[in-house]
């Protein structure tokens, strides 16, 4: 698992979109997934690389919040098509891609689906194993 979820990191470092687009839509999946460890976790990495407390509480109410970019907006857009079940039709419909792709060449698209892909991929664990908020990676879970 460990490999793995190295390499998704290592993914999201090639500099394709920028950390604060990752961080925002990363901070969205935790609200999403109702877990704190993500949601604590992000918000943390929102603070460490300047973000304002404006922007970090408007994510949770990013539609009617003026302080995101179109590539933000869309970003947080597909995050949330990917983790809410759609009952009448497919979760990422092709006129969000295409949104999605006006904002974002192919190696930045791809950047974005890894990003999504890595809260994914680490959702189990949050939510089974409930990582302790605000501890670092190998010592945040309790015995």
């Not at 590539?71 to 006129?95: K, W």
């Not at 974005?112 to 670092?136: Q, S």
């Amino acid at each position: 698992m460990a490999e793995v979820g190295e390499g998704l990191h290592k993914a999201l470092q090639n500099g394709a979109i920028p950390q604060t687009t990752i961080h925002l839509l990363q901070l969205h999946a935790g609200q999403l997934l109702g877990s704190t460890y993500f949601t604590i976790r992000e918000t943390g990495n929102l603070r460490r690389i300047g973000e304002s407390e404006e922007r970090i509480t408007a994510v949770a109410t990013w539609r009617d919040a003026t302080y995101f970019t179109g590539a933000e907006r869309v970003a947080l857009e597909l995050v949330e098509a990917v983790l809410t079940p759609n009952p009448s039709g497919e979760r990422v419909p092709d006129e969000l891609y295409a949104r999605a792709s006006a904002h974002y060449g192919d190696k930045a698209m791809w950047s974005l689906i890894m990003a999504i892909a890595h809260i994914g991929f680490f959702t189990p664990a949050a939510l089974i194993a409930k990582p302790i908020p605000g501890m670092p990676p190998g010592q945040n879970y309790s015995e």
